[in-house]
């Protein structure tokens, strides 16, 4: 498989009955990245989503799982793929290790050892033996990824995940999602309507709009930094004198008692000596950044994220 992305979409699009679901998208998912998928109510997210694993066929374009296309080669491109599209399916009356070990089964290159593996990745040691009607939903979730991911996919699907979970399990559900690509290498794609979630969980997001991507931005890392710092807060004990001193620097002001203004990376240092030779005390100095929230709805106005 090709190491430089896991999937990687190239201008798909999706016609039903004379309209335009889906219209030329292109985006690619690495190794051990999460990649969030965001997008308003009917935006295309989930018919995206079905038309990677397979659930739904493309119009035109081509979906490539490593080196293998789903409209051409699915039977290959489709054995890399773990995926839970809707809630995960479980045995009730069965224990949750003999629905692995029956989903196993299927699969002769699943051993033991692995499900023994994916239980402690998932958290689930504990419960593993309980009957799947005792677990929370957010247990359930955890033995739907555990069952995803047994074959060792290069690539897991998960759309909208975290729904019903309480706040404890969306934030399990986050760190094993971010342990499972640092831990395994496996890339991570994942709708959901919860942004503060996916500004947590994810290292890009592709945010997509009447069936077209409108941006593909990172979340973590110095290139995140850049596309979301405009402006730097200085923690001062005298703002409104420090403000003074700094006249002529650029425009600046005093907001909820901190110094702001516009500066680069160079002019951050510039302006900190300034103000210590001042005898200005600076306690603290951080990017004023946009949330995801904030990004997300100055690109798509005031439509709602489902």
């Given amino acids: 498989m090709a190491e430089s992305n896991v999937v990687r979409l190239q201008d798909v699009t999706k016609v039903i ?45 081509d979906i490539r799982i490593g080196e293998y296309s789903v409209r051409t080669e699915f ?32 699969n002769p290159s699943i051993t033991k050892e692995r499900i023994r593996e994916v239980v402690e990745l998932v958290g689930l040691q504990g419960r593993i033996h309980d009957k799947v ?15 995803a991911i047994m074959h060792r996919p290069k690539l897991l699907v998960l759309d909208e995940p975290t729904n019903g979970l309480d706040p ?26 919860l942004l503060s979630e996916m500004e947590l969980m994810c290292d890009r997001v592709a945010i997509l709009q009447k069936g077209k991507i409108i941006d593909v931005r990172s979340i973590r890392g110095e290139s995140a930094m850049s596309a979301v710092a405009d ?39 510039a302006i900190n000596r300034k103000l210590v030779e001042a005898g200005i005390n600076v306690y603290g100095i951080r990017a004023k950044t946009k949330s995801l929230e904030d990004q997300f709805l100055e690109m798509t106005g005031s439509e709602t994220i489902g």
Avoid: C, W
């Fill in 17 to 61: 009955g004379g309209r335009t679901i889906i219209d030329r998208v292109s985006f690619e998912v690495r190794p051990g990245e999460v990649f969030g998928f965001l997008g308003p109510n009917g935006s295309g997210k989930t018919t995206t989503i079905r038309m990677i694993v397979g659930l739904m066929g493309v119009t035109s374009g």
């Fill in 75 to 106: 039977a290959k491109a489709i054995v890399h793929v773990g995926a839970i599209v809707e809630n995960p399916e479980m045995y009730k009356f069965l224990t949750g290790y003999d629905n692995l070990l029956h989903y196993a089964r299927m």
């Fill in 133 to 147: 009607k005792k677990y929370s939903l957010g247990m359930r979730q955890r033995l739907g990824v555990a069952q």
């Fill in 168 to 193: 404890a399990g969306i934030r399990e559900l986050r760190d094993y999602l971010r342990r499972l690509a640092q831990d395994e290498g496996t890339a991570v794609l994942v709708s959901s309507h």
């Fill in 231 to 269: 402006e730097v807060q200085f923690e001062v004990d005298h703002p409104d004198a420090a403000l003074g001193i700094l006249e002529g620097q650029g425009k600046g002001r005093v907001e909820d008692g901190l110094l702001t203004l516009a500066s680069d990376r160079a002019g951050i240092a």
